[in-house]
C-alpha cells in the first residue's frame, strides 16, 4: 500500500507553545495505573497498537483563535496539562502540532486513551468548516489512519452524546463521507481502547 506522506505541520516550537504542566490540576502529575490513572500519560508502546480512533472537533470559538488562545483555555480554565487536542486545523488549513502524539489527549472525556484528537478552529454550530480545512483533514487523516493503522473516525458527540455537540451542526454530518474517504469505520460501533 502506498504510504502517504505527512501534511506540513507547524510545529509546537513555531507557535510558541507553553511546555506542560504536569502537576495542573485536572491531570495531578504523571500517570499511575494505580494512584494516578487520570494523569500525564506518555505511550511506553508502540503508537499503531495504542491508537485506534481519530476523533473531529470544533474548537467552538472564534475561527482567529489559534493553538496558543487554545492552550491557554486549556490550562487556565480547564486545569489541563496542556492543549488537549493533538492537532489544530485553522480557518486557511494550516495544521499545527497540539499535545504530543505520543501522550494521552484530553479531548474526549472517558475516551481519551487510543483516540486522536484533531479541532477545527471555529464554532460549526454557526458555520461550516472552510474548504482549506476539509483538505487538511483528509491529507492529515490519510496520513494518521496509515501511519497508526487507524479503523474509526468519529465525532466528539458519539462518544459524548447529550454532553456536546461539538463538532457542530454543520461539520458533523459530514463526517460519515469523510471516514469512507479514508477508508476507516464511522461511529463507535466497535471502537475497541486498547
Known amino acids: ?29 504523571l500517570f499511575d495505573a494505580i494512584s494516578n490513572p487520570a494523569g500525564w500519560k506518555t ?8 491508537y ?45 502540532e497540539g499535545r504530543d502524539i505520543g ?3 484530553a479531548h474526549v472525556g472517558g475516551h481519551n486513551t487510543g483516540t486522536i484528537g484533531i479541532a477545527l478552529t471555529g464554532n460549526f454550530e454557526h458555520t461550516d468548516p472552510t474548504d482549506a480545512q476539509l483538505e487538511s483533514v483528509m491529507a492529515l487523516g490519510r496520513y494518521l489512519a496509515y501511519e497508526y493503522q487507524l479503523t474509526h473516525l468519529a465525532g466528539h458527540r458519539d462518544f459524548q452524546p ?27 460501533e466497535g471502537y475497541q481502547p486498547p
Not at 507557535?15 to 502529575?29: F, Q
Not at 481519530?54 to 486545569?79: C, F, N, R, S, Y
Not at 447529550?162 to 474517504?181: N, R, S, W, Y
Open 43 to 50: 505511550y511506553e508502546q508502540p503508537l499503531a497498537t495504542v
Open 162 to 188: 447529550g454532553d456536546t455537540v461539538c463538532p457542530g451542526e454543520h461539520f458533523a454530518p459530514m463526517l460519515p463521507q469523510i471516514a469512507v474517504d479514508l477508508g476507516l469505520a464511522f461511529g463507535i
Open 52 to 96: 485506534t480512533t481519530m476523533v473531529l472537533h470544533h474548537t467552538a470559538l472564534p475561527a482567529t483563535d489559534g493553538p496558543l488562545e487554545i492552550q491557554l483555555k486549556h490550562t487556565k480554565d480547564k486545569g489541563w496539562a496542556d492543549i488537549g487536542y493533538h492537532f489544530v486545523i485553522d480557518d486557511q488549513g494550516v495544521i499545527y
Open 1 to 29: 500500500m502506498f504510504s502517504p506522506e505527512p501534511p506540513p505541520i507547524v510545529g509546537r516550537t513555531e507557535w510558541n507553545a507553553v511546555a506542560p504542566d504536569y502537576n495542573a490540576r485536572n491531570e495531578n502529575g
Open 103 to 105: 501522550v494521552r489527549g
